[in-house]
């Protein structure tokens, strides 16, 4: 888990975040055992406070769980919830803007997918 931490968002913000991402990318799957506290707190020299405090938010997601003495689970069905989530938040925060500023700027879907990076469409 690299970390690069921004000083305008809680630092136990952007750690639940980072699991988040690592959840939606495959890094963690369904089963899967989160680092423990105290490693996450000695890798980025953090509280491990902080690092409880994005944990018991993911818990409280019902996105992990604890399981005594053995420590934080990636429960089942997390990515999915996670994918549908953040799919809501998309269209309903970040699309409005983004799809306003590419009509102002003449794009279309056709030109996207022409420059979009790794795209194969031929530009003709």
């Known amino acids: 888990m690299s970390i690069t931490w921004n000083d305008s968002v809680p630092i136990y913000r952007q750690l ?44 409280d997601e019902q996105l992990v769980e604890k399981r005594r003495g053995l420590g934080m689970f990636v429960i089942d069905g997390a990515r999915e919830a996670l994918l549908k989530s953040e799919r809501e938040r998309f269209l309903r925060e970040e699309w409005p803007a983004l799809f306003a500023r590419l009509q102002r700027m003449g794009l279309d879907l056709k030109t996207l997918m022409r420059e979009a990076p790794g795209s194969t469409e031929d530009p003709s």
Do not use: H, W
């Open 16 to 59: 639940r975040e980072r699991v988040v991402a690592m959840i939606l990318d495959g890094a963690l799957n369904e089963g899967d055992p989160l680092p423990s506290v105290r490693q996450v707190a000695g890798d980025f020299q953090i509280n491990p406070l902080t690092v409880s405090k994005a944990y018991q938010e993911l818990v």
